[in-house]
């Protein structure tokens, strides 16, 4: 069973537009969320994180919204540069686990359109 | 080296035959992560060292799978009687501790044909 979803397989945004990324988690345990990017022929990069005692993290071009009630997060980038084309993963632990547990979403693929 | 390293990067080999696919963390971490990441999913924990020992290897799919890390720093993962369901991407990580940052190596593709 999947608990940490990601409904779109790929996206494509026109640069200097806002991406947006969603994942959904069904597990009400998991309180950390992570999304992490990644180019082809390389692993995974952390990018930015929230815990759920906050709604919001901001990170430059970078802000992470969680809704807990709708164990909803959603990842945006703005203004979307081409550099920011790659798959991109959610993933959700509980804090007081460490890394071997977190659990990914199966990835979007955002291209940015120049 | 800089980074976490993974070799070889492709790996091809026939049903049955036996694997060895090898990572250097980066010097210094102690906690070091296998997941596989199969086609269209997100990568999927296998097991993790803290140090020598594995300390949660609860991810292993079954017993033709070992992984071991003698001397707390490179880490070998064995696959034993390969099938052709376990072509993957094999992603190792290694990280300060286990609550610090994970940073990933580039993976091997592994292919059984």
């Known amino acids: 069973d999947q608990q940490v979803k990601q409904n779109s397989p790929s996206l494509s945004v026109q640069e200097g537009r806002i991406s947006i990324l969603n994942c959904d988690y069904t597990n009400s345990m998991f309180d950390y969320f992570l999304w992490y990017k990644k180019y082809p022929a390389e692993g995974p990069t952390f990018l930015i994180s929230?815990?759920?005692?906050?709604d919001k993290n901001e990170d430059g071009r970078f802000t992470v919204f969680l809704n807990k009630s709708a164990k909803h997060l959603s990842l945006h980038i703005v203004p979307s540069q081409p550099g920011d084309s790659a798959v991109y993963f959610c993933a959700a632990k509980k804090s007081n686990f460490g890394n071997e547990k977190l659990t990914f979403g199966t990835g979007t693929r955002l291209t940015i359109i120049p | 080296g800089a980074g976490v390293s993974q070799t070889p990067s492709n790996k091809v080999t026939e049903k049955g035959k036996y694997v060895e696919l090898r990572c250097d963390p980066i010097?210094?971490?102690?906690?070091l992560y296998w997941y596989r990441q199969s086609l269209g999913q997100g990568p999927e924990f296998l097991i993790y060292?803290?140090?020598?020992?594995?300390?949660?290897d609860s991810g292993l799919p079954n017993d033709r799978f070992f992984a071991v890390r003698p001397e707390g720093s490179v880490s070998t993962l064995k696959i034993q009687r390969t099938e052709r369901g376990d072509s993957a991407v094999y992603l190792c990580?290694?990280?300060?501790?286990?609550?610090?940052?994970?940073?990933f190596g580039q993976g091997t593709r592994l292919t059984v044909v």
């Open positions: 929230i815990s759920s005692i906050k």
């Open positions: 990580a290694s990280s300060v501790d286990l609550n610090t940052e994970a940073f």
């Open positions: 060292f803290q140090g020598t020992g594995a300390a949660d």
């Open positions: 010097s210094g971490h102690t906690a």
